[in-house]
């Protein structure tokens, strides 16, 4: 495997700990969105339909977090659970689709 092929599988670790770490309460959403959209920035070479679409996901999150944040309510009592959900889903499945094989058992 080539540096920029194994410093990107780095950064889709990456992200699948933070998706980890929201689901498990040790992250919130305003901190997930910040730190993936960083680590998304970091690949290399990616291909931009996959980015594209691992963005619109991101997207999602922030505009039902922005929303959140400008009404000062959780995005619970906003409706946005299943949008939100589904985003996440999402980004968790193009991220099994970008990591190794051998990295995906347990997902």
Known sequence: MDQSN??????YRLM??????LDSGQLDIGTLISDVEALLGYLENEDPAW????????????????????RVQSIHTLG?????????????KLLVDKV????????
């Open 51 to 70: 980015r594209s679409a691992f963005s619109a996901e991101l997207e999602t999150l922030e505009e039902w977090h922005a929303v959140s944040l400008d």
């Open 16 to 21: 699948r700990q933070r998706l980890a770490s």
């Open 6 to 11: 194994e410093y990107n599988q780095r950064q």
């Open 100 to 107: 190794r094989a051998d990295d995906n058992e347990g997902l």
């Open 80 to 92: 946005g659970n299943q949008r939100i959900a589904n985003a996440i889903e999402m980004l968790k």
